[in-house]
């Protein structure tokens, strides 16, 4: 995979995560809070695995 790719893959996984997070710690809805941990979850399994991925050099 290419290093600009991946930096983007990381950072959408990320941003899903902290978007989980604030879900998780709002007072107002449970559903959001469901929501909230399942992003986490998925972002966290996300960035184990993209972080696993071999990145591939880019040639100059």
Do not use: C, D, K, N
Request: net charge negative; charged share 10%.
């Amino acid at each position: 995979m290419p290093q600009r790719i991946h930096q983007i893959i990381e950072r959408i996984v990320i941003a899903v995560m902290l978007l989980g997070i604030v879900a998780m710690f709002q007072p107002w809805q449970i559903e959001f809070y469901t929501w909230g941990f399942h992003m986490v979850l998925f972002g966290t399994l996300a960035f184990i695995v993209i972080s696993h991925w071999p990145v591939r050099e880019t040639e100059s």
